[in-house]
C-alpha cells in the first residue's frame, strides 16, 4: 500500500521535471530519452528496469563499464545533472507499480551477476528490489560488487519498516549530498558475513 500510494503520488509530482529532462535529453545528442535493462527481481525472475538515458549510446557490457560514475567519460551533461541528483532512476517509480521493484530493498542486480552468486548471496532475491536500499544510502557507486552483497545481505536478514523508513529519509542526504562510504557500517556487515561463512 505504502509503495503504491507514495509511487503514485511521486510520478503525478514529477511529470513536470520529466517532461523538461526528456527534452534536454533529445536534444542535446538525438538519442532515445529512456534507457531499458534486463534486471533480476523477487525470486530471480527477470523483469525491465526503466532509466533517463545518462550516458551516450553505446555497445560496452555494463560490467566492463562497471560502476558509473556522475562524471565518467561516456555520460552526457544533462546525464551528470540527473545522475548526481538519481533521477535518472526515477522512472523506477512505474517498475514500483507494476509490482517488478518496491520503494526500499536490495538493488536489482544484472542477470550475468547470477553466475557468480553463492546460494548465500542469492538470498537478497527474497524479497522485492528497491528503488532505493541499504547499500544505496552506505555508499552505493563508492563501493564494490562485494561490498554492495553484504549490506544487501545484511538488510535481508535485519528488514522492517523502522529500517525501511530510516534508508528513505537517507535516501534524500544522498541526493542532496552525494554518495559517502559508511566505512563503520560496512566493517559491521563484514564481520557478520564472514563470521556466518
Known sequence: VVDILLSSIAILMLLPIWLVISLIIFI???????YR???VGLR?????????RSMRVNNIPPLELGAVK???????RIGHFIRR????????????????MSLIGPRPCLP???ETMTQREKRRFAMLPGLSGFAEVNGNVELTWQEQLWLDLWYVDHASFWLDCQIFFATF??????????EVMLKKVQLAYQQET
Do not use: A, C, W
Open 70 to 76: 556522475h562524471n565518467h567519460s561516456l555520460v552526457t
Open 28 to 34: 542535446e545528442d538525438k538519442g532515445p530519452i529512456f
Open 85 to 100: 541528483t538519481k533521477l535518472d532512476e526515477t522512472p523506477q517509480f512505474f517498475n514500483v507499480l507494476r509490482g517488478d
Open 112 to 114: 550475468v551477476r547470477l
Open 37 to 39: 535493462q534486463k534486471r
Open 173 to 182: 542526504k544522498v541526493v542532496l549530498l552525494g554518495s559517502t562510504r559508511n
Open 44 to 52: 530471480e525472475t527477470l523483469f525491465t528496469i526503466y532509466k533517463f
